[in-house]
């Protein structure tokens, strides 16, 4: 199975800064990354998909990026509402495999 | 817009079969090209797969839950189902079902429905 390893574990930040957070594959898996956001009692909430491209209705202060087997989610001001657990997904290859999630949290 | 509500029992017994539908509302299950998907969360980790029925109705599962899982699909009632037998209190989870298009993410998701395995 393809390990999708995310950090931090938990992020502390202020509402206006900038949130980058990090997921690491365990072998290459092309563009074949999803984000979610999950807020508690909530069903995720796909966010990007294809490593960099924004689902429906998502806010452009959400980016995605890759290097390699390396992918980041920036949000770059994080707003109030941003608060939440952010996890990756793999699809490149069965089965489907998250992230662990990293919890952003307000400082 | 494509909507998706989970249904069946809150409890199942150790070593008795779970079982849960979704219902599909704002799309036909049958349109093409959509993974109909069930995934399930323990409370307080992160996400596992379990698998998924294509539109063309084949079906892949997870491996570690192979031996115990079956999803079918219901055209007619624009319905697609998960069995899971012989459950442990391992298998108490949020379960989710889900869909997406291939080269995607998962795009629609219900709400999530709790099953408590316990006697």
């Known amino acids: 199975d393809i390990v999708l390893t995310q950090s931090p574990g938990t992020l502390s930040l202020s509402p206006g800064e900038r949130a980058t957070l990090s997921c690491r594959a365990s072998q290459t898996i092309s563009s074949h990354l999803a984000w979610y956001q999950q807020k508690p009692g909530q069903a995720p909430r796909l966010l990007i998909y294809?490593?960099?491209s924004r689902a429906t209705g998502i806010p452009d202060r959400f980016s995605g990026s890759q290097s390699g087997t390396d992918f980041t989610l920036t949000i770059s001001r994080v707003e109030a509402e941003d608060f939440a657990v952010y996890s990756c997904?793999?699809?490149?290859?069965?089965?489907?495999?998250f992230g662990q999630g990293t919890r952003l949290e307000t400082k | 817009q494509v909507q998706l509500q989970e249904s069946g029992p809150g409890l199942v017994k150790p070593s008795q079969t779970l079982s849960l539908t979704c219902t599909v509302s704002g799309g036909s299950i049958s349109s093409g090209g959509y993974y109909w998907t069930w995934i399930r969360q323990p409370a307080g980790k992160g996400l596992e797969w379990i698998g998924r029925?294509?539109?063309?109705?084949?079906?892949n599962y997870n491996p570690s839950l192979k031996s115990r899982v079956a999803i079918s699909v219901d055209t007619s009632k624009n319905q697609f189902s998960l069995n899971l037998n012989s459950v442990t209190a391992a298998d108490t989870a949020v379960y989710y079902c889900?869909?997406?298009?291939?080269?995607?993410?998962?795009?629609?998701w219900g709400q999530g429905t709790l099953v408590t395995v316990s006697s």
């Open positions: 997904q793999q699809y490149t290859s069965s089965p489907i495999t």
């Open positions: 889900a869909s997406r298009r291939n080269g995607g993410g998962f795009d629609y």
């Open positions: 294809g490593a960099s």
């Open positions: 029925i294509y539109t063309d109705g084949s079906t």
